[in-house]
């Protein structure tokens, strides 16, 4: 039998999602006894002590089936002052992306998303033989006009991240609240999906909106928040969707029964209360940050400012996969950003201090005496123009 010939049509030239490179591997090939990994935007600190000991008392019912999410919901409405049953949760934020997509994608159906936006929106629609309508950016961020402008009666959704991946950049209030008056004025109401992944982060800028506060006036969108980047919980895949009831009965007639672990509800849960490891993950986000950001400017590096938890720089002459294996044979991974349509640039986690002292030490090493030279033949050709 050819199997190639029994795979699905839409599915068939499907380019896996490129996951970041793993420690253990990367400590083989290069004969390393330690490595830094700051390559998928996990949280330095790990997950908080509550939510490692719910996990570890949700160890002795691990043989039953979960019993159902209705407690993590009633948790996560609770904390967010919405209904549970405007809560759908998800093995991560991506299965909620696809379960999305499965609920609402017809073949053929058009979904609008940006240049350089995070890849699993596009990977969702050929998923279902929809169609991606990529809309020109503003910068390297979402222009959220031109979006607004690629929306027609084809369109069944919209997808927003807020801030993007890899860019770091967000949208404000304004140009939120502006997009959405453009798609009711003209009497569209496509599927809205709003993508909060580093919601905490972001949540520091004052013109940030959280557009969960939308959802009573939009009844059609849905915003996706995330427990594995600042609670720390990646392994352990949670996310949930905030939407309208309606929305919400749809996407559970589609969810997988038991998606979600008991170890990961436990784990939820727990960290849903855990302020104090929010605000310490935060604190130590934002002096990491800033100590990065010092290290680039000094060494002439440019860099977009981010409201997520990561960092995207430039590279300058060099390309971003020649920048990631020169650190990667250091032992430090950060991604590569060639799949957005970013080659001349590469992303980095903020990580713990000693792991950013670490990398930018590595990176002026390679990059410093890169844009060392460009600025000083900058500066011959200025001196020769005199
Ligand atoms: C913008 C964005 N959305 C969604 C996700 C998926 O997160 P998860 O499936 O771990 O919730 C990520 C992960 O990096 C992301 O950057």
Redesign the pocket.
Known sequence: MNLKKSVRRSVGNFAPYVAGRDIESVKKEYGLKSVVKLA??ENPLGAGMAAVEAVRKSAAGIFRYPDGDSALRRAAAKKLGIGPQNIVA????????EIIAKTFFEPGDEIVVSKHA?I?YKMAAELMSAKAIVAPTSGLGHDLEAMAKAVTRRTKAVFI?N????TGTYNTRFEFERFMKNLKRRELSPILVV?E??FEYAADFPDYPDASKYIPRYPNLVV?R????IHGL?GL???IALCSREVASEMNRVRPPFNVSSAAQAAGIAALSDDKHVADSLALFKSGRDFIYRGLKSAGIKFLKTA?NFILIETGRLTGSEIFRALLKKGLIVRATDEYDLPKHFRVTVGLPSENKFFVREIKKIMGKESARSVASARTRRDSNK
Not at 163 to 166: L, S
Not at 226 to 229: E, I, V
């Open positions: 998928s935007n998800g093995a991560g934020s991506d299965e909620l992306i995070f699993r991240a801030p993007n991946n890899p993508d992944a580093y996706l995330t427990f594995s980047k990646a895949r949670l996310g997520g």
